[in-house]
């Protein structure tokens, strides 16, 4: 069992940037691939970025490729994702995910955070 409880979301221009930090609970995170996922209102909850238990492979939807980042620090159980040059489409509930398969659908993450709102105005 992992418990994910998101942070650092909040109100920001567009051109702004954001680091949005998740905690895991248990000693086993470093086994976990851990991802990112947003959900706009109304709309469909889609990937953001993951990356790999080694935090060696990285991945990112194309709506944010060259402007987020992920990255984890295993000594604070804790995974990142710094975003800059953001834009009013990045406006969502950010969600961070943790599971041990392969995959980036929603199904590949066993565990999830309650959400962060970021909100990007124009």
């Known amino acids: 069992q992992v418990h994910l409880a998101e942070s650092g979301g909040g109100l920001v221009q567009a051109g702004g940037s954001l680091r949005l930090s998740c905690i895991a609970s248990?000693?086993?995170?470093?086994?976990?691939?851990m991802g990112w996922f947003r959900q706009a209102p109304g709309k469909e909850r889609d990937f953001v970025a993951a990356?790999?238990?080694?935090?060696?492979?990285?991945y990112y939807a194309d709506s944010v490729k060259g402007r987020f980042t992920i990255s984890r620090e295993i000594a604070k159980n804790t995974v990142y994702l710094q975003m800059n040059s953001l834009k009013p489409e990045d406006t969502a509930v950010y969600y961070c995910?943790?599971?041990?398969?392969?995959?980036?659908?929603?199904?590949?993450?066993?565990?999830w955070g309650q959400g962060t709102q970021v909100t990007v105005s124009s």
């Open positions: 995910a943790a599971g041990t398969v392969r995959g980036l659908q929603i199904s590949d993450f066993a565990y």
């Open positions: 248990g000693r086993t995170f470093s086994t976990y691939r």
């Open positions: 990356i790999s238990s080694s935090g060696i492979n990285t």
